[in-house]
C-alpha cells in the first residue's frame, strides 16, 4: 500500500464544539450553526472566508445540503460523508486533502449528529431493504464478545478483566467531571460501575459510551498560511484509514480480541508521522471507547499495551490522566457522550486544546515535551469495521 | 425417478384406496357407500406394476421443547386440572417452521431429490393468501421442479393430506403442523398441543406399507370456528360421543377389511379425535382398545392436525418388522389407516424419536411468558424500533441461504462462507465458488453474549458465534437455550426459525440450538 500521507501540509487554525448531551430545545440545524460559530470565533475568520465544507453525520441529515440550508453557505461545495461511527473523523480527513491539493484556500468539517429525537434508547440505524438475514444484536452486544474472548484468550480471569473494563469507566468519568461540554459530568464509584445493571454480556450500563446529541468543527488552512490567523495553529501530521473486509464474523480464525482494522490505520498514520515509539512520542491520545472492553483492545491495536497486557496496565492507571500515557483525557465517548458524526472531530478539539496548552487546568494534561497527540475512531463492530487514525502536533515537524 | 407427468395411469382393485361418500345422512344410521378410487402408485416406470407397493419411505417429527404444567396455569388462575403438560412452540417458532423441522428429520431417512411434491397442511397456517408449503419446499433446499401445495383447513385435512399423498404419483412429503390455543383454564388451552409430523410416502422401500384405509364422513356441529376467531367452541360432549364413535367404527371396519385383517393382528392402534370419550368407546367396540398406544396428550397435549401424524411417528418410533399399525382419527368424519412395519426400517435413519423429544421437554415455561407468546398478554414493547419488514427481490436473490442455509464453498482454497460470498475471503479468489449446504452440519460455540437490550418477544437474546464441523464460521441466535447455560464449546445445530414479522410477513432464517443429541 503507498500512503504519502500530507504532514505538515495543513493545519486547523480554529475549533468548536457543543456541549454534548440530551439537547431536547436544540435541532440539528441548531448544534451545527453553534459548532460552525464557536469555529469561526476561535479562528478570527468569517463564514465567507471558508471556500468549501465536509459535513459527517450518520443519521441525522442526507446530502450537502444539511449544512448548507441550516449555515447558507453561499452555494459553496458540501460534501456529506457518512462512515459510521468515524463520519467526523471522514469529514476532517477529506477537508485536510482537499486544502493540500491546492483545491482551496480554506475547508471547514463539521460533525453533527441529532440521536435523542427517536425515543430509542441507544443508537439506531435505518439499514437498506434487505433480506432479513442479519443479526439482530445490538452494539453492545457485539462489542461485548470481546470480554470472554479476551479472558480466554490471555487467561485472565473474568473478573479481573471486569474490574480493567471498570476501571476505564471510571477513569473516563473522572475525566469528563472536569469537562463543562461532557454529557455526564459526575465521577462514578468503581463499585457502582461494577454493579450496574446489564446490558449485554459483561457490559453494564457504565460500560457503553452516552447516547447524545452534539455537534464539533474544525477549519483548516494550508499550513504555510496557518499563522495569518493565529499563532498556535495544529499541524496535521497524519490521517489514516482502513475499511475493513468484514469478515470478522465469518472467518474461523478471527478472534475477537483485535481490531485489524485498527492495526493497520495506526501502522499508516504512525509511518506519516514518523511515529517509532507511540507511548514515547505521545502526549495524549483520543480513542473510541464506545464500550469499555473496545479500548482496552485498542491500547493493544494502537501499540501502546503489548498483547495480553493492556487489562492490566490499565489497572496500573497507565492511561490515566497522570499516566504514562492519559487517553480520553476529555472524558471520551464514555462521559463526553457519542454523537456519532460530531465524535471524531470532538477527539481533535480535545487535542486542540491540550496540545496548545488551552485545556482547563482541572483536566490539562503535563505534555511532557511529547510532540503529538493522537485520535482514533472506530465504526461498526468487532471483526466488520473501519477506522481513522489522525496525529496532530502543535509544531512544525 | 422423478415422474414429471403425475397423472394416474393405471388400475389396479388390490392395490385400492377408499374414500368415504356419505350417501345417506339419517340420524339413526349412517349408511355408506364406498366408493373406490384406484391408483396405482407409480414410481420409476421400471417396476412391474404388479409388484408395486406404496407405503411410509421415511418420517419425522416434531415437538417443540417448551412445556406448559397445567400446574403451572392452576397457580395462576386458581382452578384447573392436575398432572398434565401440553408442548408450546417457541416465540420463534410458527406451523410452517415445525413443518420444515418434522420434514428435516424425515429427510434423513431419504433422498431428497426423490421428493416430487410436497403438502403443507394446518388448521392455523401462517398466510391465508400465500402458499406456506412454498417456505417449507425453501428450507429443505429441494429442486425448483419439486410442486409445493397447502392442503389446509381443519384437522381431517391433515390426515386427508397424508391419505391423498400415499395416493399420489411418484414420491411426496407430506407436512403436518398445528398450533392449539384456547381460553385461559379451558380444556384447549391444557389439552391442546403444538407440534409437527412429516411423511415421505411412495413405493421406494417403505417402512410401512399400506395395506388399507377407511373412511367416513356426516356433517354434523360438534367443533367449530370462524377465521379471524382465536379459539374454537364446541357442543355438548355426549352428542360427539355418539356421533363420532359411529363414523369411527365404520372407518376401522372398512380399513381392515381392506387389509384383510381381524383386529386381533393389530399389533398398536394409535387413536385422536375431538371426542377422547368416542376414542375410548371405539377402541371397547372395536377391540383395539387393548393395543391402544399412548396417546401422548398428558405429555405434550393434542397438537390438532399434527396430532395424528405424531402418534404415527411415535409408533413407528417403536415398531418392528411385520407390526401391524393402525391410525384412526376422529375429526368432522373418521378415517382409519392400516400399515404393515417391514424390515427396511430396521435400516431407516431417523431424526429425534418423539419419545426422545418428550423427555428432552422444558416445564418449566411460566404462564405469563405462554400467553406472551401466544399473543394473549399484551406487554410493553422494548425502547427499540421494530424491525422493518423485509424485502421480497432481496430474499428471493438470496433464498437458497436464507431458506436453505446454503453457503458456498472456494474451489481453490476449500473456504467455507456463511453467507456465500463471490470474493474468497482466504484467497480473494473470484467467483469460484460452489453451494456449500450447511442446515444440517453441526458446530461449536466459540464465543457468544447475552443481549438484554436485542428487540425479542423473549428477552434476552443470546448471540453465539459458531465453528462449524469441517469448517466456516457464522454468528447468529441462539435459540431453545437457557441464557445462564451457554458455554464456550457447547454444541449446536441449526434450525429454521421465524424471526419476526411486519407488515404482515413473517421473517424466516436459522438459528442455533443446542444439540439434544450427536448426530449418528
Redesign the interface.
Known amino acids: 500500500m503507498t500512503s504519502h500521507g500530507i504532514k505538515d501540509r495543513v493545519a486547523i487554525i480554529g475549533m468548536g464544539c457543543t456541549q454534548f448531551g440530551e439537547h431536547w430545545e436544540t435541532s440539528t440545524s441548531d448544534m451545527a450553526i453553534d459548532a460552525c460559530e464557536a469555529a469561526f470565533a476561535s479562528a478570527g475568520v468569517a463564514k465567507d472566508d471558508v471556500d468549501a465544507f465536509w459535513l459527517g453525520t450518520l443519521t441525522s441529515g442526507f446530502s450537502g445540503m444539511t449544512l448548507s440550508s441550516a449555515l447558507k453557505t453561499d452555494y459553496k461545495p458540501v460534501t456529506r460523508v457518512e462512515n459510521f461511527c468515524a463520519s467526523g473523523s471522514e469529514a476532517f480527513r477529506n477537508a485536510c486533502y482537499a486544502v493540500a491539493s491546492g483545491a482551496y484556500d480554506m475547508v471547514m468539517a463539521v460533525g453533527v449528529e441529532k440521536l435523542k429525537d ?5 443508537l ?1 440505524r ?2 437498506p ?5 442479519g ?4 452494539a ?3 462489542f ?2 470481546i470480554a ?2 479476551y479472558s ?1 484468550k490471555y487467561g485472565v480471569d473474568r473478573e479481573d478483566f471486569k474490574s480493567a473494563m471498570t476501571r476505564v469507566a471510571w477513569k473516563n468519568h473522572a475525566n469528563g467531571a472536569r469537562n463543562e461540554r461532557a454529557q455526564f459530568r459526575s465521577e462514578v464509584p468503581e463499585e457502582t460501575i461494577r454493579s450496574s ?5 459483561d457490559l453494564g450500563v457504565f460500560d457503553c459510551s452516552g447516547v447524545s446529541d452534539g455537534a464539533a468543527a474544525a477549519i483548516i488552512v494550508r499550513a504555510e498560511d496557518a499563522h495569518k490567523y493565529t499563532d498556535s495553529p495544529l499541524y496535521v501530521k497524519a490521517l489514516a484509514f482502513a475499511a475493513g ?1 468484514g ?1 470478522g ?4 480464525e ?1 478472534d ?1 480480541t483485535s481490531f485489524e482494522e485498527v492495526v493497520r490505520s495506526a501502522s499508516d498514520a504512525y509511518a506519516q508521522a514518523g511515529v517509532t515509539d507511540p507511548v514515547e512520542d505521545l502526549s495524549m491520545c483520543e480513542v473510541h471507547d464506545c464500550f469499555t472492553p473496545t479500548e482496552l483492545v485498542l491500547m493493544e491495536d494502537l501499540g501502546f499495551s503489548a498483547r495480553g497486557e493492556a487489562w492490566s496496565d490499565t489497572l496500573e492507571d497507565r492511561y490515566a490522566r497522570d499516566g504514562v500515557l492519559p487517553v480520553n483525557p476529555d472524558g471520551g465517548l464514555k462521559s463526553f457522550g457519542h454523537p456519532i458524526g460530531a465524535s471524531g472531530l470532538r477527539m481533535l478539539f480535545e487535542c486542540w486544546l491540550q496540545l496548545r496548552g488551552e485545556a482547563p487546568e482541572e483536566r490539562q494534561v503535563s505534555l511532557r515535551g511529547r510532540k503529538y497527540g493522537l485520535t482514533q475512531n472506530l465504526g461498526g463492530g468487532p471483526g466488520e469495521c473501519v477506522s481513522f487514525v489522525a496525529i496532530v502536533g502543535a509544531e512544525e515537524g | 425417478m422423478h415422474i414429471r407427468d403425475p397423472r394416474v395411469i393405471a388400475r389396479e382393485p388390490h392395490k385400492r384406496f377408499l374414500t368415504g361418500i356419505c350417501a345417506d345422512q339419517s340420524t339413526s344410521t349412517l349408511a355408506f357407500e364406498l366408493t373406490s378410487i384406484y391408483i396405482l402408485c407409480h414410481d420409476d416406470g421400471l417396476e412391474g406394476e404388479a409388484g408395486v407397493t406404496t407405503g411410509i419411505i421415511s418420517y419425522g417429527a416434531y415437538v417443540p421443547r417448551a412445556r406448559l404444567r397445567s400446574d403451572t396455569v392452576r397457580e395462576a388462575l386458581g382452578t384447573g386440572r392436575a398432572g398434565r403438560t401440553r408442548a408450546v412452540a417457541g416465540y420463534d417458532e410458527d406451523t410452517t417452521t415445525m413443518a420444515a423441522e418434522a420434514a428435516r428429520r424425515a429427510l434423513r431417512g431419504a433422498a431428497a431429490e426423490s421428493i416430487g411434491a410436497v403438502a403443507f397442511s394446518s388448521a392455523h397456517p401462517v398466510y391465508a393468501a400465500k402458499t406456506n408449503a412454498t417456505a417449507v419446499h425453501a428450507a429443505l433446499s429441494l429442486p425448483a421442479r419439486t410442486r409445493a401445495v397447502d392442503r389446509c383447513g381443519p384437522e381431517r385435512s391433515a390426515l386427508g393430506a397424508l391419505l391423498d399423498g400415499f395416493a399420489g404419483s411418484g414420491t411426496q412429503l407430506v407436512a403436518l403442523a398445528d398450533t392449539v390455543i384456547g381460553p385461559s383454564g379451558g380444556a384447549d388451552e391444557i389439552g391442546g398441543g403444538d407440534g409437527a409430523a412429516a411423511f415421505v410416502l411412495g413405493s421406494a422401500a417403505p417402512v410401512a406399507e399400506l395395506l388399507g384405509t377407511g373412511s367416513a364422513t356426516a356433517e354434523f356441529l360438534y367443533r367449530w370456528g370462524s377465521p379471524g376467531e382465536d379459539f374454537a367452541r364446541t357442543w355438548e360432549e355426549r352428542f360427539g360421543q355418539e356421533s363420532y364413535a359411529r363414523l369411527g367404527a365404520a372407518s376401522v371396519g372398512q380399513a381392515l377389511d381392506e387389509a384383510g385383517l381381524t383386529p386381533a393382528e393389530v399389533t398398536a392402534w394409535a387413536a385422536t379425535g375431538l371426542s377422547e370419550r368416542a376414542v375410548k368407546q371405539l377402541g371397547k367396540s372395536t377391540g383395539l382398545g387393548s393395543v391402544r398406544a399412548d396417546d401422548l396428550t398428558t405429555a405434550i397435549g393434542r397438537a390438532g392436525s399434527a396430532h395424528a401424524g405424531i402418534l404415527l411417528a411415535d409408533m413407528l418410533d417403536r415398531a418392528r418388522p411385520g407390526d401391524v399399525l393402525a391410525l384412526t382419527l376422529l375429526a368432522d368424519g373418521a378415517d382409519t389407516l392400516v400399515l404393515r412395519v417391514t424390515e427396511a426400517i430396521t435400516a431407516l435413519r431417523r431424526g429425534e424419536t418423539v419419545a426422545e423429544q418428550i423427555a428432552a421437554g422444558d416445564d418449566q415455561l411460566a404462564y405469563a411468558t405462554f400467553l406472551t407468546w401466544k399473543g394473549l398478554l399484551s406487554r410493553p414493547a422494548p425502547r427499540r424500533p421494530e424491525p422493518l419488514r423485509i424485502s421480497a427481490p432481496a430474499s428471493l436473490r438470496e433464498a437458497r441461504w436464507k431458506y436453505g442455509f446454503t453457503g458456498a464453498r472456494c474451489d481453490e482454497c476449500a473456504t467455507r462462507h456463511m453467507p456465500p460470498q463471490r470474493v474468497c475471503l482466504r484467497c480473494g479468489a473470484t467467483d469460484r465458488m460452489k453451494d456449500e449446504p450447511l442446515a444440517d452440519v453441526t458446530g461449536t460455540i466459540a464465543t457468544y453474549t447475552v443481549d438484554h437490550l436485542a428487540y425479542s418477544p423473549a428477552p434476552p437474546v443470546i448471540g453465539v458465534v459458531i465453528d462449524f464441523d469441517g469448517g466456516g464460521r457464522f454468528a447468529c441466535e441462539l435459540t431453545d437455550a437457557d441464557p445462564e447455560a451457554v458455554a464456550i464449546g457447547d454444541r449446536v445445530q441449526m434450525t429454521f426459525r421465524r424471526i419476526g414479522e411486519a407488515d404482515g410477513i413473517v421473517n424466516y432464517f436459522w438459528k442455533a440450538r443446542p444439540l439434544s443429541e450427536e448426530a449418528s
Not at chain 1, 445493571?197 to 454480556?201: L, N, S, T, Y
Not at chain 1, 464474523?249 to 474461523?252: G, R, T
Request: aromatic residues 8%; proline residues 18%; without cysteine.
Open positions: 427517536s425515543g430509542y434508547s441507544g439506531h435505518a439499514d431493504p434487505n433480506a432479513g438475514t443479526g439482530s444484536l445490538t453492545p452486544a457485539r461485548s464478545v470472554p474472548s480466554r445493571p446489564r446490558v449485554a454480556g473486509p469478515t464474523p465469518i472467518d474461523p478471527f475477537y
